[in-house]
């Protein structure tokens, strides 16, 4: 199953909620579009929550990072929520977590916004 995106907006954030799979194909294309789609629209406050992600490969990695620069790119922010387990030592490894802000609270990561 490849990425399924949804969002919603709390306040003057998107939030991003994703499920399934991040990878090479069909789901890194769906999180690049959803991102670059809500950054056409003027959303420079994002929030990937990735709660319900079961597994992310490189390309999803590379996904991540991709955004994350666009993003900055445009004047905005990207933050991560709710990482599962797999997808933190992910980031450890690559030494990407430091790279991104992460929270493991909603409500924390609104306030979070400038």
Known sequence: MSA?????????????????????GEGSSNLR???RGLMAQGNKKLL??????????????GELVSGFTSVANQGGQLK?????KRVKDLLQIT???TVF?????EAAAIRSFA
């Not at 998107?14 to 090479?24: E, F, N, P, Q």
């Not at 990735?50 to 390309?59: H, M, Q, T």
């Not at 991560?80 to 599962?84: A, V």
């Open 95 to 97: 030494k990407l977590y």
């Open 33 to 35: 579009d959803g991102i």
């Open 48 to 61: 990937l929550n990735l709660g319900d992600v079961s597994y992310i490969d490189s390309s999803g990695i």
């Open 4 to 24: 399924k995106l949804s969002s919603r907006l709390v306040g003057d954030v998107t939030v991003i909620d994703v499920s399934g799979r991040i990878t090479l």
């Open 80 to 84: 991560l929520l709710n990482l599962t």
């Open 101 to 105: 802000e992460v929270y493991d609270e």
